[in-house]
């Protein structure tokens, strides 16, 4: 992706130290691990590390293509600004859904007293879709009075 | 005009992975905002660590009392923030994957694996970060252990990854070379630079930095999908020609969106760190003000299995020096001078409580067995079992005069859950330092 930008002399020793400061954070981490975590544990996050990375690149990338073909399609047929607020407002309550999903079902598995996950988290993700939902389409409302004033 | 439904189909995936958004420049923008949050998880994280397991020579400042309260307050609204800010920036980078060959040469190998390193280190280091949080625990490995030694995979990757992009970088830094100055563009050509990444490239903007044209089979997907009469030949009323528009549009919208998203999570949830966002606690693990005596807990005193011996009438706290050792009862505390002080409870997993503290000087106690100014000490919980019953306390928390064996918690008989019959407050500490149920201290 660098290939067509010259790279002067003191880029070259930054980038030199930079390749010479990960080498020893990417030593220092698998020492830490080696020295603190048995073989099983090392295996698992192995495991774990892997499984990032088929789940973002094989699951969640994919999945995230199909949905932006979808609203391209429905794109012919929306205002665009109106798209991308819709668009903007099922990203933001779908990582916040990403967040609590595990907390709703962390809870399930008896916490360690009254203090620990203290809310009704699926009541709450259910209103804040509701409150996300009224929020969005009162600002694309807002948008398209003031477009068709405009216009 | 009649386009056959698959080309139509493979127009609209190009289209969209080529959408205006992902782009040498966003990349850039996003990734320092990325860059940043790690830089700040790092370094609030290093000295969460410290804390707890100190190098001999280390010392920590016991002033502002709530530092660790911040520190690691921030430590995880940063690393909640991450999570938009590492979706985004893999949108932005999102159509490197489509790319084939996948792989070339060795150089291309070592960035492929230090890039796959980072994606994959950062992705579980944050989820294990939070459902540490939610105390979900499931994975088949240590937690501190692991994300400790994962940050410092993160970091490394992270420079050598910086290090690889570096031209990128700084040609894309500043908004007004963000399009490749040595190049003469209109604003037309500027604006399409924003757009493709593996898109067909026209060539004029081929020759702008970072831009590059897909190679290999999704080149040639790519480049039969553009032979696909489109826009240009659609009739005038329906063509999209307002490129410029419509890219800043989307770009726009997508910064948006990720500023949305980190402002909803950090709003949502930094209410269990800090007082003035309580309000607006809707999703955080923990509630400020709940609890016995309005103070949270983690380890209750059934779980420390100390709900007999803290409640038994012959409780005394042992204070030992050398040959030298005393014993106290709590009414005997209790007829000690006693001092009020307000000190957070601060715990490792992000929340905390301020409270107001009434006991017993440390420093005082630590004098009544001649220990010194300098003195350090271990101090030993009544609990049967767990990694904190035995800690260790630097001189500098010894010393510091707001340091208390406390009694009372907001004015009340400390709750056994809050560590009755006595329990340890320092400033600057974290919770699971603030030994509950104390069983003896010994000047080391
Ligand atoms: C790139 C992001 C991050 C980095 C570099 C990082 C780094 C660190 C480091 C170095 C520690 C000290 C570990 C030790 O005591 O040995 C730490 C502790 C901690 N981190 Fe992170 N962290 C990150 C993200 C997160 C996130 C997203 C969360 C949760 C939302 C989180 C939650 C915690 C917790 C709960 C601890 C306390 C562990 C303990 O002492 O028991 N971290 N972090």
Same mark, same amino acid.
């Given at each position: ?19 010479? /400061? $990960? #080498?020893?954070?990417? =030593? !220092? &981490? %698998?020492?830490? *691990? ?8 090392? /295996? $698992? #996050?192995?495991?774990? =590390? !892997? &499984? %990032?990375?088929? *789940? ?9 293509? $199909? #949905? ?5 399609? %429905? ?12 668009? $903007? ?63 | ?444």
């Amino acid at each position: 992706m660098s290939d067509n930008i010259p790279v002067s002399p003191t880029m070259a020793k930054v980038r030199l130290t930079l390749f010479g /400061v $990960g #080498v020893v954070g990417l =030593l !220092l &981490g %698998a020492y830490f *691990l080696v020295t603190k975590q048995n073989p099983m544990q090392i /295996v $698992g #996050v192995a495991v774990w =590390l !892997l &499984g %990032a990375i088929i *789940l973002h690149d094989a699951i969640l990338s994919p999945i995230v293509l $199909g #949905v932006s073909v979808l609203a391209r399609r %429905a794109g012919r047929r929306v205002s665009r600004v109106v798209l991308v607020i819709i668009q $903007g407002a099922v990203v933001v309550g779908a990582i916040l859904t990403l967040l609590v999903v595990p907390e709703i079902y962390a809870k399930t598995l008896t916490p360690a007293n009254d203090t620990v996950l203290p809310f009704d988290y699926a009541i709450r993700l259910g209103l804040m879709w509701l409150g996300l939902i009224i929020v969005t389409g009162a600002v694309c409302a807002l948008y398209l009075r003031r477009a068709a004033r405009r216009a | 005009m009649q386009t056959q439904p698959v080309r139509r189909l493979l127009l609209n995936l190009q289209k969209s992975v080529a959408a205006p958004t992902r782009n040498p420049r966003l990349a850039v923008v996003l990734g320092r905002f990325l860059a940043t949050a790690f830089l700040i998880c790092f370094a609030t994280g290093l000295y969460s660590h410290f804390l707890q397991d100190p190098l001999p020579w280390m010392h920590f400042p016991t002033s502002p009392a709530n530092l660790y309260q911040i520190t690691q307050g921030i430590h995880i609204t940063a690393g909640i923030a991450c999570f938009p800010l590492i979706f985004g920036k893999l949108y932005t980078v999102f159509p490197n994957l489509f790319q084939t060959p996948l792989i070339t040469g060795f150089k291309g190998l070592l960035e492929r694996a230090s890039i796959a390193l980072f994606v994959g280190a950062s992705l579980v280091e944050i989820v294990i970060g939070l459902l540490n949080t939610y105390q979900f625990y499931p994975w088949p490995f240590g937690f501190r252990e692991t994300h400790f030694a994962l940050s410092f995979v993160i970091i490394g990757s992270l420079a050598i990854h910086i290090g690889v992009k570096l031209p990128i970088i700084s040609k894309y830094w500043k908004k007004i070379d963000g399009y490749g100055p040595g190049i003469r563009q209109s604003a037309e050509e500027r604006e399409l630079v924003d757009a493709p990444l593996i898109d067909a490239v026209p060539p004029g903007i081929q020759r702008a930095p970072g831009v590059k044209q897909a190679a290999g089979l999704t080149g040639m997907l790519f480049r039969w999908i553009d032979d696909t009469p489109s826009v240009d030949e659609m009739p005038a009323d329906k063509r999209e020609t307002k490129v410029p528009h419509h890219s800043s549009l989307s770009r726009r919208g997508f910064l948006a969106t990720i500023g949305a998203g980190v402002g909803a999570v950090v709003l949502l949830t930094a209410g269990q760190s800090f007082a003035f966002l309580k309000p607006f606690n809707v999703f955080a693990p923990r509630e400020k003000g709940i609890g016995p005596q309005a103070v949270p807990i983690n380890r209750t005193a059934a779980a420390a299995q100390v709900t007999e011996t803290a409640m038994d009438a012959s409780w005394v706290l042992t204070v030992k020096n050398g040959s030298i050792a005393q014993t106290f009862s709590r009414a005997q505390l209790l007829a000690l001078p006693q001092t009020t002080v307000d000190l957070p409870i601060s715990c490792v997993e992000g929340w905390s409580q301020m409270a107001t503290w009434t006991g017993v000087r440390l420093q005082s106690l630590v004098k009544a067995v001649g220990g010194g100014s300098g003195a350090a000490l271990t101090l030993t919980s009544l609990e049967k079992e767990g990694g904190y019953r035995v800690t260790q306390m630097g001189s500098e928390y010894v010393s510091d005069p707001t340091t208390l064996v406390a009694l009372t918690l907001n004015g009340e008989t400390l709750d056994i859950d809050h560590g009755y019959p006595a329990r340890m407050i320092a400033p600057g500490r974290p919770g699971v330092l603030q030994t509950k149920w104390l069983s003896s201290l010994e000047v080391s």
